[in-house]
């Protein structure tokens, strides 16, 4: 007998990234995993990140990232549970797309009605009465970091990454989104080539970011830089630096896997609340790329983080024991037993 045919409605876009995206693909994969089959509902946004980062999945595309048209998408399509990571939907949209089978709706807002089954939330402040009267009686929460979809790849290198974690700086690695909002990662790769002395910088960002042309023109020149656009290698390069500078977004758990000490760069107001949750905590250092004093101190956050090796140290360790990289499979597991008490 197959598994179950799960159909994830996905939005992605200049003004709300990849991220989206990103972690739905991780969860399919965890629940691909565990025999079930997936499909991804979206703009044609969404088609050019699988297109990069999972050219087998099956998109159904839709006209635009609008509830009508993802709807109208949907058609004839034949699933057995619906899965929403997408921020412009609620209640009404939720039930009527899922036709009366079971729903997963991953969240970080928190701040309208969700027609949910299951609620994925990993917030790292996220509480039970957060969701008081905006889901039903009977939908089951998952939250917190121990439910955080981070692919299995960044799990599977946890061991030795936090084995040697706080040695002498060498390599950074800058990762501010695959749509590099507002043209910040060439902001803050600028601030660093006047801080980082010797050490390299990995860059990651996305094929469409606005700040690639300009970065490929630098690295030309300055060989301590390296691009890695549509990076398939994300794990090994979270690995192997020595610190992270990361937009405050779902790819805050991959740096949490692997304890790299960070420094957060908040380029959206949803992001603000897990940033000062984690600075809170002692997870990581939080800087607003908002804030008209950002240059300052994005280059305070820097200076302090190479200087002070026992800062480096305890950052790892209060980051690491927020999230183990395990989440995406929890999360799988909690939506297929429900698939098949449904069914049942």
């Not at 949490?256 to 992001?271: H, K, R």
């Not at 004093?293 to 994005?298: A, L």
């Amino acid at each position: 007998m197959s598994g179950p045919r799960i159909l994830f409605v996905v939005d992605a876009g200049a003004k709300v990234g990849g991220g989206h995206v990103m972690r739905s693909l991780t969860l399919a994969g965890a629940l691909a995993a565990q025999g079930a089959t997936c499909a991804f509902l979206g703009p044609s946004a969404v088609g050019g990140v699988l297109e990069a980062f999972a050219p087998d999945a099956r998109q159904v595309a839709a006209a635009s990232s609008q509830a009508e048209d993802l709807a109208a998408a949907i058609g004839a399509e034949q699933f057995d549970a619906i899965a929403f990571d997408h921020y412009g939907l609620t209640a009404r949209e939720h039930r009527a797309m899922g036709q009366g089978r079971p729903v997963l709706v991953i969240d970080d807002l928190a701040d309208r009605p969700l027609g949910a089954d299951l609620v994925l939330d990993s917030g790292p402040d996220r509480r039970t009465q957060d969701y008081e009267g905006l889901v039903p009686e009977t939908a089951r929460l998952l939250l917190g970091p121990g439910y955080a979809p981070v692919r299995p790849d960044f799990a599977a290198l946890r061991t030795a990454a936090l084995a040697w974690r706080g040695e002498p700086v060498q390599r950074f690695l800058v990762s501010l989104g695959l749509t590099d909002v507002g043209g910040v990662t060439a902001r803050v790769v600028e601030r660093l080539r006047l801080k980082a002395g010797e050490a390299g910088l990995d860059i990651a960002l996305g094929g469409g970011a606005p700040s690639l042309p300009g970065l490929t023109k630098v690295a030309r020149r300055d060989p301590r830089l390296a691009l890695h656009v549509d990076t398939p290698h994300m794990a090994r390069l979270t690995a192997e630096a020595d610190i992270g500078v990361g937009a405050a977004g779902s790819t805050v758990w991959e740096r949490c896997t692997l304890g790299l000490p960070s420094i957060l760069v908040v380029v959206a107001d949803n992001q603000r609340p897990a940033a000062a949750a984690l600075a809170a905590r002692g997870a990581a250092l939080v800087v607003d790329a908002a804030a008209p004093d950002f240059d300052t101190q994005f280059d305070r956050a820097v200076m302090r983080l190479l200087k002070d090796a026992e800062l480096r140290r305890s950052l790892a360790q209060a980051s690491a024991e927020l999230c183990d990289g395990q989440g995406a499979s929890r999360a799988a597991e909690a939506f297929l037993k429900l698939i098949a008490a449904r069914g049942a």
